[in-house]
């Protein structure tokens, strides 16, 4: 056949290069105390952003889970196969420690260490990391309960990735999953209906479903039932001391909009056995332990997906030329590329912000738990919603080019919504900001003493400040009104934290367009004045050296 063109004008792939090299996250990293990670953080990401870990990512995507209810015999077996590639992904997440190392290690920063290592390796497949997550979660919940974190805790922080199913003792290393939500309830976990009823050897026999358990595959799961005693938390294994599989039944897998990578499903309790964790009749109370550092993981992996994602838009207007002139030179594809890096940079100095914060209550600092309770819940409400729009204008950059599934930023686009639905969907997030300052004034106090610090530097920040202080002040329709609050809430933090510690010109632009009101609803509608071209040099992507 002959040739017809000659290729041209077309953005070379963009692999081979650190993904760790972010001005912002390693800003972050050193900040918040975990400068001695450095290395490992880079390593991480030299490796996130080599072809290896790209092609396992694209793989896995395609080649979602598949569940198998029964062997060929008819036998049940409730097993859900993976990809190879999977495995390969949760390996090195395991290894790296991004499901439980700040737990075994004893070390200032470790919580914030751990947060770069997931927003570094989420910005390969996002799929994995729900496991991940959930098994990093479970330690402090577990920890209710000390003869069961002592049995199990050990497992979960080890290194290893063991999969399959066997008796979770015997392995080397354990992942967990959480299971919650029924179909009559879903964020309202106090309608659950499941029973667990007494039987005896400190165990309770679990009847019901599960409308929504991802990771089905997991060693272990921290699940809620209604015992004698009221909604208590229960840790259920997949496999029973003796060899036997649970009765848990698996009846079918989420067909998702996105996170195809990771299994999703419907489970049936058919007098599952599990202990309890916590004091009968408080299971909220327990697992909310474990839905309060997930909420971290939201945030960081909605920080890591607009990283992705505005890095991706800026590689391809660096090499593709429109209308006489490379994209990257022309003013208004500036304008929408340095607004979509202010939006990413504010998502990652906030979420580094709340794991320092992880890390020092962990620790026992009693003003930085108040700073992480407000803080992970307005963050997790205006980061995790920021997200889609952020992912469809950076996909839009590309053009017809981005819609393709070969981009891989449609995948980027189907995951976007995810962490603003998981672990309260945006009102949940919003009415929970609410209820800490009604039952903890003080987290009010905390929150406002962090902002303050950058009292001064800026009036366009202050007159934010004194907006939102007026606006806490009328308590009428503050229901109504939560969504407004919370995303003002979320608007003075960052633009805070922007002007103590990032980039002048990122500062400068945060204030003007977030807190200025000089911006419209697109991205893309930034003021004139703004420095777009030091703000997208810090998006560029570099080669995988140091």
Known sequence: ???????????????????????????????????????????????????????????????????????????????????????????????????????????V??????????????????????????????VPALRAEPELARIYEPLLTSDTYDYGLRVPTTKRGLIAGMSMTEKQGGSDVRANTTRAVPAGDGLHALTGHKWFTSA????????????????????????????????????????KLGNRSNASSEIEYEGALG?????????????????????????????????????????????????????????????????????????????????????RATAGDEAEELLRRIGLAVSKYWVCKRAPAHAAEALECLGGNGYVEESGLPRLYRESP??????????????????AMGKQPE??????????????????????????????????????????IVESMALVLQGSLLLRHGHPAVADAFCASRLDSDWGIAFGTLPTGVDTSAIIERTRPAEGTR
């Open 109 to 138: 920063g470790a919580h914030v260490a751990r947060a770069a290592k997931v927003y570094v390796w989420g910005q390969t497949d996002p799929g994995h990391l729900c496991p991940i997550s959930m098994t990093y979660a479970a």
């Open 275 to 359: 202990r309890l964790v916590g004091e009968e009749g408080r299971g909220v109370a327990t697992i909310i332990q474990m839905v309060n550092m997930t909420r971290l993981d939201c945030a960081v992996s909605s920080a890591a997906g607009m990283r992705h994602g505005v890095v991706q838009a800026v590689h391809h207007a660096t090499y593709r030329s429109a209308f006489g002139d490379r994209l990257i030179n022309q003013p208004l594809m500036t304008n929408v590329l340095a607004d979509l890096a202010v939006e990413a940079e504010a998502a990652t100095v906030v979420g580094m912000r709340l794991a320092g914060a992880v890390d």
């Open 443 to 484: 987290t009010v106090d905390a929150f406002f003493t962090e902002v303050e610090r950058a009292a001064g530097a800026d009036r366009r920040l202050d007159s934010a400040v004194a907006r939102l202080r007026k606006q806490l002040t009328d308590l009428d329709d503050v229901q109504f009104r939560a969504r407004r």
């Open 1 to 107: 056949m002959p040739a017809t063109h000659e290729v041209t004008n077309q953005v070379p792939p963009l692999t081979g290069y650190d993904v760790a090299n972010d001005p912002a996250l390693l800003e972050g990293l050193r900040r918040e105390g975990a400068a001695w990670a450095e290395d490992e953080v880079r390593e991480l990401g030299v490796r996130a952003g080599g072809e290896e870990a790209q092609e396992w990512a694209r793989v896995v995507e395609k080649n979602p889970p598949v569940l198998h209810t029964h062997d060929r015999y008819g036998h049940r077996v409730d097993e859900v196969e993976f990809h190879p590639y999977w495995h390969d992904l949760m390996t090195v997440a395991v290894e790296h420690g991004l499901h439980g190392a700040p737990w075994r290690q004893d070390r």
């Open 216 to 255: 089905p595959m997991s060693d272990v799961f921290l699940t809620l039932a209604q015992a004698p005693g009221g909604l208590s938390c229960f840790l259920v294994p997949r496999v029973l001391p003796d060899g036997t599989r649970n009765a848990i039944r698996l009846q079918r897998l989420k067909d």
């Open 418 to 435: 995810l962490p603003s639905i998981w672990e309260g969907s945006g009102n949940v997030a919003a009415l929970d900001v609410l209820r």
